[in-house]
C-alpha cells in the first residue's frame, strides 16, 4: 500500500513538472520575436550586394527528418546568403508549433524571411505569427533587387494589400530585379491530385488570378514565388516566371510526379537569374511516398507536441495504476475474528496523541484530551501530548511536547497557532518515545503529522471524531467561494479520507457515529463520550455556598451557561430566550455565562440595549479545574449550542446536580431525557423558555430531576472512558499483529 502511494505520488509530481514546464517554456523564447525584421537587416549588411544566392522552401510544416534532417544541411553545404520561405512552416498556428521551429532556425546562422501561409493562420495563429515574425506583408531591397512578401490568407484587406502591392512595384520600376513571395499561387493547376484541406490550395478566384498576373507583367517581375501545394512547378505566364516550391517537409501527393522533397536554390549575379531545383530522391514509389508521409506525419506531430503527448502519457498511466490498485485490491467488509477469541495481554501502553489545541487554550477539545490522559496514567499507560507551542505558558508541562509554531492565524478571535509540522524535532521526539499507538484528535495539520509517522513506524492509529468542522465554515478565509465549499464538501470529506485512513475511530455520541457512517466513514467506530473528572467536584460546602452567593446576588434562582463566546455557540438565540423568560414570567433568576471569546462585546452591547444587566452576567473564562465550583453552586444549567459532537459541559451541568435545558442537536440528543435529566427543545425561544419555567416552578420535580442528572453524569467517568479507550487500543494492536 505504502509503495503505491509512493508510486502515485511520484507521478503526480511529473505531471506537475510537466505542466509547470509548458507554461514556462514560452518565457524561454523571447528574443525569438520580429524575426522577418531583424534577419532583413542582417541581410542588408552582409550580402554581397552584386553576386548572392538564396534558397526557397515552402512547407515546412515543422518536419524534423526532411527540413531539419536533411533540406537544412543540403542548404548550408550550398553557402546561400539567406533563406526565403513562401509559408506554411508551421502544422498549424498553436504557440508550440512556433516553440518547436524556434529550435529549426537555432540549427543555422542563415538569416530566414518567410511569407504567412495558410497553416500559420490555424488555432488563431495570426497573432502568434506577428508576435514571432512581423507583419504579414512587408518589402525590403538588396541593392538592385526587390523583394516583396504578400499575405494570400484572406487575413489582410484585400483592397489595401492591392493598392500597396501596386505602389511597391512602382518604386521597384527603377530596380533591375524583382521577386515575390506569397503562399498560394496565382497560378492554376489543372492536372494535379490536391490532399484533402481546409485551404483551397491556389488563389480561387479567376478575377484575382488575372489581377497579379497583369500587375506582375506589366512591371517586369522577375519571378514569383509560392508553395501552397505540395509539389514542383514552373510556368511562364505574360513573361513572368512562377514557382510552386511545396516540397521542404510536409506529406507528399500520391500520384503526382511532381511531388517531391525539394528547395529551390537561386543564383543572382549581373547576368540575371538562375533558379534550379535541389531535389532529396529520385521518383519516389506511391508505396514510397506512404512511408515516407506516415513517418514525416508522425514525427513531426510527436516533436511538436511531445510535452502534450508526455502529460497525456503520464496522467493515462496514473488513472490506469490507480484503477490497477483499486481492481485488485481485497477489502473484506466483515469483522476479523483473528483476534477475537484471544486472550488480550495485560499490558501498559505508550501513547503518543496529537491535537492541534491544548492549554491554555481552555475548550472541550483540550479537556476532553487532559481527562483522558489523566485516566490511562491511573491505569498505567503513559500518554505524551504532542500540541502547539503557545504565546502563553502553562504551570504543568510534564508529558507534553510542544511543537514550534510558525505562525498564529487568527480570524474572529480564534487563535489558532500554526506549527511547524516538518519539523525534524518532531520524528525525533517521537522516534525517542518508543510507542505503541498513535491516537490523533483532528483529521488535519498535527492530526495528520500523527498518522504519517504512524504508518513511517507501522504502529496503530485512533482517531476521536471531537468537532463539527462544517460549523466553523465562517473562520475559513472567504476567497472564490471556499468558505461555503468547507462548509458543504471539504469538511465533510477531511473527516471521512481521514477516518478512513486510521485502524479504528472514536465517536462521543450515537449521533456522531450516525454522522460518520453517513459521510462514509468505513472503520470500526467507538462510541466513548468525554468523561467527567469527580475529582474537581469534592468541595466542601461553604466553599460553594460562599461562591452561590457572591454570583447570585439578589436573585432566587443561579442560571448558568458554559460557552466559548463566539458565532457557532447560536449565543443570540439563548440572549433572546433569557429575554424572552424575564418577559413572560415571574421568575427572580440570574444566569452567568462562563466563557470567552469574539463575541463579547457585542454581547454585552445586546445585554445593555435589552436592560438585561440584573438577569446576565459575563463571567470570562475560569479554569476548567475550578468549573465544578459553578456548577455545584447552579440551580439550572441552559444551552443553545447547535454545533456540539457531545454534551460535555452538560454532563459536567448534571455532574454538579444541575438539569439542563437546551436547543435539540447532534450531541445533546444523545445525553437529555426529556422529563428526566431535563429538556430538549425546537430552537424556539418561547419554547425554550418555557421549559426552563416549568423547571423551576416545580420544586419536587425539580430535586427528582436534578438527582436524575447527577445519576446521568456518573455513568460518564473518566475511568469509563479510559476503560473504553484502552479496550480500543488493545483491539487495534492485535489486529495490527495480524495483518
Given at each position: 500500500m505504502k509503495k503505491s502511494k509512493v508510486y502515485i505520488f511520484i507521478l503526480i509530481i511529473i505531471i506537475l513538472i510537466l505542466f509547470s514546464y509548458k507554461i514556462y517554456v514560452p518565457y524561454t523564447i523571447q528574443d525569438f520575436?520580429?524575426?522577418?525584421?531583424?534577419?532583413?537587416?542582417?541581410?542588408?549588411?552582409?550580402?554581397?550586394q552584386k553576386n548572392y544566392s538564396f534558397a526557397v522552401v515552402g512547407n515546412i510544416e515543422n518536419s524534423i527528418?526532411?527540413?531539419?534532417?536533411?533540406?537544412?544541411?543540403?542548404?548550408?553545404?550550398?553557402?546561400?546568403?539567406?533563406?526565403?520561405?513562401?509559408?506554411?512552416?508551421?502544422?498549424?498556428?498553436?504557440?508550440?508549433?512556433y516553440r518547436v521551429f524556434y529550435r529549426t532556425l537555432g540549427k543555422t546562422n542563415i538569416?530566414?524571411?518567410?511569407?504567412?501561409?495558410?497553416?500559420?493562420?490555424?488555432?488563431?495563429?495570426?497573432?502568434?505569427?506577428?508576435?514571432?515574425?512581423?507583419?504579414?506583408?512587408?518589402s525590403f531591397q538588396i541593392d538592385n533587387s526587390y523583394f516583396i512578401f504578400l499575405d494570400t490568407t484572406e487575413n489582410t484587406n484585400l483592397s489595401?494589400?492591392?493598392?500597396?502591392?501596386?505602389?511597391?512595384?512602382?518604386?521597384?520600376?527603377?530596380?533591375?530585379?524583382?521577386?515575390?513571395?506569397m503562399n498560394k499561387t496565382p497560378v492554376k493547376i489543372d492536372n494535379e491530385i490536391l490532399k484533402d484541406d481546409d485551404d483551397f490550395k491556389y488563389i480561387e478566384s479567376e478575377d484575382l488570378r488575372n489581377f497579379y498576373q497583369d500587375l506582375f507583367s506589366r512591371y517586369n517581375v522577375d519571378s514569383v514565388f509560392s508553395s501552397n501545394i505540395e509539389i514542383y512547378h514552373q510556368e511562364e505566364i505574360k513573361g513572368v516566371d512562377y514557382y510552386i516550391s511545396g516540397g521542404a517537409g510536409g506529406e507528399l501527393i500520391f500520384d503526382n510526379d511532381n511531388s517531391f522533397y525539394h528547395y529551390l536554390l537561386v543564383n543572382v549575379s549581373d547576368s540575371g537569374v538562375e533558379v534550379s531545383v535541389e531535389r532529396l530522391e529520385n521518383n519516389p514509389s506511391t508505396f514510397s511516398k506512404l512511408l515516407v508521409n506516415i513517418w514525416v506525419a508522425l514525427q513531426s506531430f510527436f516533436y511538436a507536441n511531445y510535452i502534450n503527448i508526455l502529460i497525456v502519457l503520464f496522467i493515462a498511466l496514473t488513472v490506469f495504476y490507480i484503477l490497477h490498485r483499486e481492481i485488485n485490491k481485497e477489502v473484506d467488509y466483515y469483522r476479523d475474528f483473528a483476534y477475537s477469541n484471544k486472550k488480550i495481554k495485560e499490558q501498559k501502553l505508550k501513547i503518543a496523541m496529537f491535537t492541534n489545541n491544548y492549554f491554555p487554550v481552555i475548550g472541550g477539545v483540550p479537556i476532553s484530551i487532559q481527562r483522558l490522559a489523566k485516566a490511562l496514567r491511573n491505569r498505567g499507560h503513559q500518554v505524551k501530548i504532542f500540541a502547539p507551542e503557545y504565546k502563553e505558558q502553562t504551570e504543568d508541562e510534564t508529558d507534553i511536547i510542544r511543537c514550534n509554531s510558525i505562525y498564529y492565524y487568527e480570524e474572529s478571535g480564534l487563535a489558532f497557532p500554526v506549527t511547524n509540522i516538518y519539523s525534524p524535532q518532531i520524528k525525533k521526539d517521537f522516534k525517542a518515545g518508543n510507542f505503541d499507538l498513535v491516537h490523533a484528535?483532528?483529521?488535519?495539520?498535527?492530526?495528520?503529522?500523527?498518522?504519517?509517522?504512524?504508518?513511517?513506524?507501522?504502529?496503530?492509529?485512533?482517531?476521536?471524531?471531537?468537532?463539527r468542522l462544517e460549523k466553523y465554515s465562517h473562520y475559513v478565509p472567504n476567497i472564490l467561494f471556499m468558505r461555503k465549499f468547507f462548509k458543504n464538501r471539504l469538511s465533510h470529506f477531511l473527516i471521512r479520507n481521514f477516518a478512513n485512513n486510521t485502524d479504528a475511530v472514536f465517536a462521543p455520541t450515537e449521533s456522531t457515529k450516525e454522522y460518520l457512517r453517513n459521510v462514509g466513514v468505513s472503520r470500526f467506530i467507538k462510541v466513548m463520550p468525554t468523561g467527567i473528572d469527580f475529582d474537581h467536584y469534592n468541595c466542601p460546602d461553604e466553599v460553594i455556598n460562599k461562591l452561590r452567593k457572591k454570583l447570585i446576588g439578589d436573585a432566587e434562582q443561579l442560571l448558568i451557561s458554559v460557552s466559548r463566546l463566539s458565532k457557532e455557540k447560536n449565543l443570540y438565540f439563548l440572549l433572546n430566550g433569557i429575554k424572552t423568560l424575564k418577559e413572560?414570567?415571574?421568575?427572580?433568576?440570574?444566569l452567568i455565562i462562563i466563557g470567552s471569546g469574539s463575541e463579547k462585546d457585542n454581547i454585552e452591547s445586546f445585554i445593555?440595549?435589552?436592560?438585561?444587566e440584573n438577569e446576565i452576567e459575563l463571567i470570562g473564562a475560569v479554569d476548567f479545574r475550578e468549573m465544578a465550583k459553578y456548577y455545584l453552586a447552579a440551580d439550572l444549567f441552559v444551552f443553545a449550542s447547535t454545533t456540539e459532537t457531545q454534551g460535555m459541559v452538560l454532563l459536567e451541568a448534571m455532574a454538579?446536580?444541575?438539569?439542563?435545558?437546551?436547543?435539540?442537536?447532534?450531541?445533546?440528543?444523545?445525553?437529555?431525557k426529556n422529563d428526566y435529566n431535563g429538556y430538549k427543545t425546537e430552537e424556539d425561544t418561547d419554547q425554550w423558555s418555557s421549559r426552563i419555567i416549568d423547571i423551576l416552578n416545580s420544586n419536587d420535580d425539580f430535586e427528582k430531576t436534578a438527582q436524575n442528572a447527577r445519576e446521568m453524569a456518573e455513568s460518564y467517568s473518566i475511568d469509563q472512558m479510559a476503560e473504553t479507550a484502552e479496550e480500543l487500543y488493545c483491539r487495534i494492536l492485535q489486529l495490527k499483529k495480524y495483518q
Open positions: 520575436n520580429a524575426v522577418n525584421v531583424k534577419n532583413m537587416d542582417l541581410i542588408k549588411d552582409n550580402v554581397d527528418s526532411i527540413f531539419d534532417n536533411r533540406i537544412l544541411e543540403k542548404i548550408k553545404k550550398d553557402n546561400v546568403d539567406f533563406i526565403l520561405s513562401t509559408g506554411n512552416n508551421l502544422r498549424d498556428g498553436d504557440e508550440t508549433k538569416p530566414f524571411l518567410t511569407a504567412i501561409g495558410s497553416r500559420e493562420m490555424r488555432d488563431d495563429g495570426n497573432e502568434n505569427f506577428y508576435k514571432y515574425f512581423g507583419p504579414f506583408y512587408f489595401w494589400q492591392q493598392q500597396w502591392l501596386q505602389s511597391q512595384l512602382e518604386r521597384a520600376v527603377s530596380y533591375d530585379k524583382k521577386f515575390v513571395i484528535h483532528h483529521p488535519f495539520w498535527l492530526g495528520n503529522k500523527g498518522r504519517k509517522l504512524a504508518e513511517k513506524f507501522n504502529l496503530p492509529l485512533a482517531f476521536t471524531y471531537h468537532t413572560k414570567s415571574n421568575l427572580n433568576f440570574k445593555e440595549e435589552n436592560q438585561l454538579g446536580y444541575n438539569p439542563v435545558v437546551a436547543v435539540k442537536s447532534s450531541g445533546i440528543d444523545d445525553v437529555i
